[in-house]
């Protein structure tokens, strides 16, 4: 059956490097057969604000009003509102999600993250059972591809910026692998806005020849949520042990107080 | 002089623990002699997303819009919208920020991501030349205050979620040292929603006792820009070797591939 893919795509300018990066994966998936889908944020005027117009009808406790428990009832209930629902339809057909955006500020831009706030919604796409390699969305893939301000070697572990992977852990742990998400390795364009026409149109090509084998590719390494003990959600002291000779922490975040495994949240099987 | 206080605040609803917490910071600093002023941003209608509209009057490139040069160039001109300089202008008299908020997705809620994006202006906010230690806001202080729902076992280097000083990286280096800001460390309410009563309480009482002190606090420690090299801002060879036989990395993104310096974003001296 043909492979579904979502593109979230978060460009104001369809003469960006970003549109034409979406693009290329629109056009190389389609060829191959994927049926693509594409939710282009700016142009469809996407609301970022988590409110409580987000919830048809009376919310529950407009007094102390809590958007994770309000919104979580009213996808029980199916009273999210309109643009809510249709990205959820769309998300729960995919087998691959790309979001497509600039690095704002070390982090996605403020629309793309009301996307990620408003979407993904307590129930739908998490649960407190429901997270990380139990996540709901675990037979699916997702992956950022995005360009940078700043060069590569700024944001290395002896740069400016600092280790990607390190910047890279809150959303590709904290979003993406929470609900499940069999993380692809991140596709990133060094600063294009500094290079020349050449080097660009070379970062597209490389991205093209990536989009044919992307379906197949192995995704990074994250642990799984059963070496972690239910109640603090501490890891387990036997894997622990097994890990205390190991030269490098399990992942960014749980380094076990060791050097960061290199790479682990940029390339698959570190 | 009486010193000057922004509280940029993201929450719904004014009877939440952040409400509370806002409150308690607006009292106890009043009370010693500040100027407060908040910014509710839901309160407001914030807008959060970067779009031509923050542009007065024409825009330089409509074909390939790109936000990061034509906010540059709007701030320059003294076309930004209303509602950007407004924000701008409170920044400039302000000698603390203090941004509360409940945690989203790792991050902020998009709405205090879309004032980062939009009222952090390039020009206005930071430039090649200034930013970092040298950044534009160095004679300010700058704090994180915001809510969780996990618990803190949960966000340690051996938890489910990973040390949370690696989550905190990209907010507190990657935008508030970026511009310069001493940050503070940062006031983190574990998992109140969690919590009973009485320990919500405690919480906020121990807030208040800190906001007393506040303003004399010694901030987080960063990197100065002279460590780097002006080109591939890479660390100069001389730091390197001086560091090479320390026992941690020198903050949690530049840490040479040793173990994290523990604590160094949650802090002051570590």
């Known amino acids: 059956m043909a492979k579904k893919v979502l593109i979230v795509y ?32 700016y142009a469809m005027g996407f609301k970022a604000t988590a409110t409580a117009e987000d919830i048809k009808g009376e919310v ?8 994770l428990e309000e919104s979580k009832l009213a996808w029980e209930q199916g009273k999210l509102s309109a643009d809510i629902m249709e990205e959820q339809s769309k998300l729960t057909v995919a087998d691959l999600i790309i979001f497509q955006f600039p690095m704002y500020w070390f982090s996605v831009p403020a629309i793309l993250k009301g996307w990620i706030d408003r979407v993904l919604t307590n129930g739908f796409a998490f649960s407190q059972e429901k997270r990380y390699s139990q996540g709901i969305f675990k037979d699916k893939k997702a992956m950022l591809s995005f360009t940078t301000g700043s060069l590569e070697s700024m944001f290395s572990p ?30 990133i364009f060094w600063a294009p806005s500094s290079a020349v026409a050449e080097d660009r149109k070379s970062m597209l090509e490389s991205w093209r020849t990536r989009l044919q084998g992307l379906l197949e590719e192995k995704p990074l390494s994250f642990i799984s949520l059963d070496c972690f003990d239910d109640k ?27 050097p960061l495994p290199p790479h682990s949240q940029m390339k698959a099987g570190c």
Do not use: R
Request: aromatic share 8%.
């Open 60 to 67: 529950k406790n407009a007094e102390n009003f809590c958007y």
């Open 10 to 41: 978060a460009h104001q300018s369809s003469g960006s490097f970003n549109a034409a990066a979406k693009n290329a994966a629109v056009e190389v998936l389609t060829a191959q057969g994927c049926i693509v889908d594409v939710s282009d944020l």
């Open 158 to 187: 002896t740069g400016i910026n600092g280790d990607m992977n390190v910047t890279l852990w809150p959303l590709q742990n904290g979003i993406l692998h929470y609900c499940g998400f069999q993380v692809l390795a991140p596709q």
């Open 232 to 258: 603090a959600f501490q890891l387990k002291p036997e894997v622990h042990e097994k890990h205390a000779s190991k030269e490098f922490g399990l992942t960014v975040g749980i380094h076990l107080n060791k």
